[in-house]
């Protein structure tokens, strides 16, 4: 197989195997595909050819010193050198495999995972509603990275509430995969696009998901853009026609979904702490901790912590400024990308899922996705 297809299929699957552990503790699927295709970059010399390869490995040798120097101030448990390392290895893949990847031979490969996806996603519909059985696709045979999760407490909440959400675990994780492949997907020169990304968009809601709503709607959006005239004044009648119904009417008819309603509650789970999630565990550490970190998650998850929040615990103010000065200057030498950048940055408010292998799917729309060819 060449490095090109495994890169393919790790990018494709990568959310979904990082679920899945391997026999080293602590190493998902998803990892260790991933470090078995830089060893073979590093072998036909497309590692040491990458200019970006040497900023990131240098960038990860300064976070490596800065837990070092914390470990010097009395801090004697592990600090996340073995979590460091792993997302190193993620980003330093990113990094190569992007560069390196045939584009055509992504999208296809892309495609394909998400159809299996929609597929999965109707097989839970039909088990639900025709055989009243709710199931989970998680693969029982193969051990979880999170040992505290099984098969068993998995099926057990499903027991109780139907949460669709295919070969992923959560169906936030799912609608997190199929909105930055739908986005990639919309910038490509895919020809069947008019009819995925529609599809996309209608599994998206189906997930009982608030992420999933507001990304159907992001999704949908941006079919608008490209839509026909008429269908843009079919739309445009249709909601003003929604307009002409009563107050009561429209308010009744959105807290009847409950996605919407869980944004409009302000007591919510959906909304509640977003933005300041960790912001309280934050606040009961000492000044030195406060200032240098904890080591990199290593700090026990209260309840949610959204990304920033994660890298200011784990690297204190002074790992955190760091990281975000030298985000700010990619920035702005990346001056084209900065829409995408702000969608990035929102992510990280309402989940901590880009310090994971999300991250191969969430970066897809950075790729010079106008060279794919037409097929």
């Not at 060893?39 to 900023?55: C, D, E, M, P, Y």
């Amino acid at each position: 197989m060449r490095i090109g297809k495994l890169d393919a299929i790790i990018i494709c699957t990568g959310p979904i195997l990082m679920t899945y552990k391997f026999f080293i503790p602590g190493m998902s699927l998803a990892e260790t595909f991933m470090l078995v295709s830089l060893l073979f970059h590093t072998f036909v010399g497309n590692l040491w050819r990458s200019h970006k390869a040497i900023f990131i490995i240098l960038f990860f040798v300064i976070l490596l010193l800065h837990l070092l120097y914390v470990g010097t101030t009395g801090v004697t448990e592990n600090l996340g050198y073995f979590r460091l390392v792993k997302y190193s290895i993620l980003v330093l893949f990113i990094a190569i495999a992007y560069d390196n990847i045939d584009r055509r031979l992504l999208l296809n490969t892309l495609v394909i995972v998400v159809l299996v996806n929609v597929f999965g996603l109707i097989v839970q519909y039909i088990m639900h509603y025709i055989l009243g059985q709710n199931v989970s696709l998680i693969i029982p045979f193969l051990p979880l990275v999170n040992s505290d999760i099984g098969t068993e407490s998995i099926n057990a909440v499903l027991a109780n509430d139907f949460r669709p959400g295919a070969f992923f675990m959560e169906p936030s994780h799912f609608c997190y995969f199929m909105f930055f492949s739908g986005l990639f997907i919309y910038n490509s020169h895919y020809i069947n696009k008019r009819i995925l990304l529609p599809v996309i968009c209608i599994s998206l809601f189906g997930t009982f998901s608030s992420f999933g709503f507001i990304a159907g709607l992001s999704i949908l959006g941006l079919i608008m853009l490209r839509s026909s005239r008429q269908i843009k004044i079919i739309v445009f009648v249709i909601f003003m026609a929604g307009v002409g119904l009563n107050i009561e009417s429209i308010e009744y008819l959105i807290l009847q979904i409950p996605q919407i309603a869980r944004i409009i509650d302000p007591q919510s789970v959906a909304v509640t702490g977003r933005f300041l999630g960790g912001a309280s565990q934050f606040e009961q550490l000492d000044s030195s901790y406060a200032l240098f970190g904890l080591g990199f998650g290593n700090f026990k998850l209260d309840g949610f912590v959204n990304a920033f929040m994660y890298f200011r615990l784990s690297f204190g103010e002074i790992g955190f400024t760091m990281i975000i000065t030298i985000l700010f200057f990619y920035s702005i030498m990346n001056y084209k990308s900065i829409p995408y950048i702000i969608i990035l940055v929102a992510m990280c408010f309402f989940t901590s899922m880009l310090l994971t292998p999300f991250l191969l799917v969430a970066l897809l729309p950075f790729l010079e996705v106008n060279k794919i060819e037409k097929y």
